[in-house]
């Protein structure tokens, strides 16, 4: 039986090889423009303290809906005013209820870099993310083969963004720093099982070298959590979930940040 990360990247490659049809590279490029100057996104993370990346997400496959019809104009102004550093904006469909027209949305609402967080396994999502706005793009080391981790985080430097590679375990790690990856995401959740264990984190961040930008995701409720992945030397959070469930997002975000 395939594990959910195999279903979802199947089904990416699916709806990819559909937006090919309808939207040609070619097309893509042609709108892009010259590439920015600066990292803006990596940039954000490395700030006095620990920097939060605030998520966008209206659903996950382990909750369901979360807040099926939020506004992203709404929620991304809450995530600027109240000190996020960087916003992450899901844009898998099926799974995640998000779109590239929430990218699109929420880099017109907002000055903060923005992420695109979705499963990324072609050429031709990164020219989409260009395209949308974004600074920013994940790719899953458990989703992609070491030689196409490093095609892609190659093209989206040449296209002006930073990668936020993410990894789960010692290997994922190891094979994240060989390919040279400034900024490692440390995703405490399984996405073979879908379970949750903060102390990811903790084990992994050992084996991640000095002046690596490392990102804890997933299972970060509560101001505590923050404290204790910033003692650790941890220098920016993930957190979706816990702030959209919110009633008032800009209060989610400052008691989290203290």
């Given at each position: 039986?395939?594990?959910?990360?195999e279903?979802?990247?199947?089904r990416t490659?699916?709806?990819?090889?559909?937006?090919?049809l309808?939207?040609?590279?070619?097309?893509l490029e042609?709108?892009?423009?010259?590439?920015p100057?600066?990292?803006?996104?990596s940039?954000g993370?490395?700030?006095?303290?620990i920097?939060?990346?605030?998520?966008?997400?209206r659903?996950?496959p382990?909750?369901g809906p979360i807040?099926p019809?939020?506004?992203?104009?709404?929620?991304v102004?809450?995530?600027?005013?109240?000190?996020?550093?960087a916003?992450?904006v899901?844009?898998?469909?099926?799974?995640f209820?998000g779109?590239?027209d929430?990218l699109?949305e929420?880099?017109?609402?907002c000055?903060l870099p923005?992420?695109r967080?979705d499963f990324?396994?072609?050429?031709?999502q990164?020219?989409?993310?260009?395209?949308?706005?974004?600074?920013?793009?994940?790719?899953i080391v458990?989703?992609?083969d070491t030689e196409?981790?490093?095609?892609?985080?190659?093209?989206a430097?040449?296209?002006g963004?930073?990668t936020?590679?993410e990894?789960?375990?010692e290997e994922?790690?190891?094979?994240?720093?060989e390919?040279g990856?400034e900024?490692?995401g440390i995703?405490?959740?399984?996405?073979?099982?879908l379970?949750?264990d903060l102390e990811?984190?903790?084990r992994?961040?050992a084996?991640v070298?000095?002046?690596?930008?490392?990102?804890a995701?997933s299972?970060?409720?509560e101001r505590e959590?923050?404290e204790?992945?910033?003692?650790a030397g941890?220098?920016?959070?993930?957190v979706?979930?816990?702030?959209m469930r919110a009633?008032?997002?800009v209060?989610?975000v400052?008691?989290l940040l203290?």
């Open positions: 039986m395939p594990t959910f990360l279903t979802v990247v199947e490659q699916a709806d990819v090889a559909a937006r090919k309808r939207v040609p590279a070619a097309e042609r709108r892009l423009g010259p590439a100057r600066g990292r803006p996104f940039e993370l490395i700030d006095e303290g920097s939060l990346i605030a998520e966008m997400k659903a996950s382990s909750k807040r019809g939020a506004s992203v104009t709404e929620v102004r809450a995530y600027q005013e109240a000190g996020a550093r916003v992450s899901l844009t898998e469909g099926a799974y209820g779109s590239l929430d699109v929420a880099r017109g609402a000055d923005l992420l967080k990324v396994v072609d050429d031709y990164l020219l989409e993310a260009r395209a949308a706005g974004a600074d920013a793009v994940l790719l458990a989703a992609l196409h981790l490093e095609h892609l985080m190659g093209m430097s040449d296209l963004m930073d936020l590679v990894v789960h375990d994922e790690v190891e094979t994240a720093v390919s990856a900024v490692i995703n405490n959740r399984n996405l073979h099982s379970e949750v990811t984190t903790f992994l961040l084996d070298p000095a002046g690596t930008v490392v990102v995701e299972g970060i409720t959590d923050v204790r992945l910033e003692e941890v220098d920016a959070i993930l979706g979930e816990t702030l009633d008032d997002p209060r989610a400052r008691d203290g």
